[in-house]
Nanobody
Framework: QVQLVESGGGLVQPGGSLRLSCTASGIMFSIADMGWYRQAPGKQRELVAAISSGGRSNYADSVKGRFTISRDNAKKTTLQMNSLKPEDTAVYYC???????????WGQGTQVTVSS
């Protein structure tokens, strides 16, 4: 059974940091490309950062230089978010793909709110 469990969200002031974690089970993590997405109210879900099975990462322009995605052998994918801005406020989700194809599994998401 596939499960993606996100955690680490919360309320933070502008300029602050949060560290999100996604723990995957029921997937072939070693060959999966992992990604973090976010969805703000009234907006479409967008890709924030992705990391391939080989460790290559890419980022949305809006988060480059502020966010860092990483993965470990314990099937965990982490998103370190620094210098947070109010426009980063959204529900953050993780997702996986095999060879570029998503199987449509999503976790419950974790809310990130950046506000003073």
């Amino acid at each position: 059974q596939v499960q993606l469990v996100e955690s680490g969200g919360g309320l933070v002031q502008p300029g602050g940091s949060l560290r999100l974690s996604c723990t995957a089970s029921g997937i072939m993590f070693s060959i999966a490309d992992m990604g973090w997405y976010r969805q703000a109210p009234g907006k479409q879900r967008e890709l924030v950062a992705a990391i391939s099975s080989g460790g290559r990462s890419n980022y949305a322009d809006s988060v480059k230089g502020r966010f860092t995605i990483s993965r470990d052998n314990a099937k965990k994918t982490t998103l370190q978010m620094n210098s947070l801005k109010p426009e980063d406020t959204a529900v953050y989700y993780c997702n996986f793909r095999y060879g570029g194809t998503s199987l449509g599994y999503w976790g419950q998401g974790t809310q990130v709110t950046v506000s003073s």
